[in-house]
Every structure is written in C-alpha cells, then in structure tokens.
C-alpha cells in the first residue's frame, strides 16, 4: 500500500521559511519521480516543484529562485525548502508521485503565510 504522508506545514510571516516533507513507504521509492503540489482556496491545484530520480529538478515560475526540492532516498524523503514565503504561497501543499495510470496523493499540509 503506498503512503506519502506530509508534514512541516505551518504558519509563517512573509519573508520567512519554511520546510516540507513527504516520507514514502509502499513504494521504490528511487524508482519515482517525485513532486510538490499547492491548491489554494478556489484556485485549481497546480504543480509547485517535481525532481525526477535522477535529482533533475523543475519548478513553477512562481516559485522559482526561492522554494527547492530535494530527495534523500535512503530516507524515502522528498523535501521542499521554501524561503521568502509570500502571502500568496498560502496554501495546502500536496506531495504526489505516479506509475503508469496510479496517482498517489499525500493528505496535504496547510502553509500559511501571513503578511
């Protein structure tokens, strides 16, 4: 059974930071890819960050020169650094990773910044 399970969430000031992770298990999880998702209250959830199992890393304009993810596989971990937190990064932070036609889905961790 696959489980991500987030946590690092939280309530912040803008400027601040902030550090996320997504602990894995029922999965290889070197095998997977590996990204970063943020739904927003009556906006549509949109990717954030994705690292591919090679550390190739790509990120939303939004959010690029101040979030990085990361992996450390023997933890089965995806991280996702952000600093200079705005009040628009508020959100709830989803992890996600795929195979084939699955989709797997954290249960999410409220960011809010508050300005």
């Known amino acids: 059974q696959v489980q991500l399970v987030e946590s690092g969430g939280g309530l912040v000031q803008a400027g601040g930071s902030l550090r996320l992770s997504c602990a894995a298990s029922?999965?290889?999880?070197?095998?997977?890819?590996m990204g970063w998702y943020r739904q927003a209250p009556g906006n549509q959830r949109e990717l954030v960050a994705r690292?591919?199992?090679?550390?190739?890393?790509n990120y939303a304009d939004s959010v690029k020169g101040r979030f990085t993810i990361s992996r450390d596989n023997a933890k089965n971990t995806v991280y996702l650094q952000m600093n200079s937190l705005k009040p628009e990064d508020t959100a709830v932070y989803y992890c996600?990773?795929?195979?084939?036609?699955?989709?797997?889905w954290g249960q999410g961790t409220q960011v809010t910044v508050s300005s």
């Open positions: 996600n990773t795929n195979w084939g036609d699955y989709d797997y």
């Open positions: 690292i591919s199992t090679r550390g190739t890393t």
């Open positions: 029922g999965i290889a999880f070197k095998l997977y890819a």
